[in-house]
């Protein structure tokens, strides 16, 4: 539960360095103009430094942006199916929705509220634009996969064009994003629709070597049958199969 509340409604918050780099360069920018020749170079210069700076720190705050909207949408994708008490029907493409827009079939989720991927480009956008720097950016793929049982990959393909108002200063570039989602402390979907949200479940790790030990002591058997706990097995199914009902065996 405490995973859960970790990552506050602020969604996105850039982070102050940001800020500060947009002003230097919208100072710079401005004072150019009225400069010589030789000083409107420097001065470029130490624009597209600037630039270059806020590039950086853009690309590093995709990490996070994926993993907040991939985390958030793993949660609305439970709560949605525990409410409707049906599973989906194809867990990567609702995910990709989800992520990239903050939507499910269309409607509009509270919990993405400020938090797709949509919403991310929204933000940087706005900040881009009052400091007189364009911003394109634009996702061309996203994926989802389940590496081990106790967590999932989410990544995605970001095209990204940031230039000046002049346009004399531009990046034109391709990122690749990519976040690793830890499942522990998620609901099974398996247990939402299964017991009507009634009796939800959450994956709990039992980090035991055997459940029958030497001698038939069955105390971990015990433990993991009472608490519900989890452990990996190559017969069942994955995190992400259990969206579709999907009870087959996962390596």
Do not use: C
Not at 83 to 108: C, K, N, P, Y
Request: aromatic content about 10%.
């Amino acid at each position: 539960m405490g995973l859960r509340l970790g990552i506050g409604k602020k969604g996105f918050t850039y982070l102050l360095s940001v800020s500060f780099i947009l002003i230097i360069v919208v100072f710079v920018f401005l004072s150019a103009d009225s400069r010589p020749y030789q000083e409107q170079q420097e001065l470029y210069e130490v624009r597209a430094r600037a630039m270059n700076d806020f590039v950086k720190t853009i690309n590093q705050d995709l990490e996070r942006a994926s993993f907040i909207s991939a985390f958030r949408t793993m949660i609305a994708l439970e709560d949605y199916i525990g409410r409707r008490g049906s599973f989906l029907d194809d867990v990567e493409e609702q995910f990709r929705e989800t992520f990239m827009h903050g939507t499910i079939e269309g409607e509009a989720i509270a919990l993405m509220n400020e938090s797709s991927i949509d919403a991310y480009a929204e933000k940087i956008n706005i900040v881009g634009s009052a400091m007189g720097i364009s911003i394109e950016f634009n996702v061309s793929r996203i994926s989802l996969s389940q590496p081990d049982p106790w967590s999932v990959d989410v990544g995605m393909d970001v095209e990204v064009r940031i230039s000046d108002s002049p346009g004399n200063t531009y990046w034109d570039y391709t990122k690749r994003a990519e976040a690793n989602i830890p499942i522990e402390n998620l609901r099974d979907p398996l247990y939402a629709v299964h017991t009507n949200n009634r009796l939800p479940n959450t994956v709990r790790k039992l980090d035991v070597d055997y459940l029958v030990s030497p001698g038939n002591n069955i105390s971990n058997l015990l433990e993991h049958v009472n608490e519900s706990y989890y452990i990996a097995s190559d017969k069942s199914p994955s995190f992400l199969m259990r969206f579709e009902d999907d009870n087959g065996a996962s390596e």
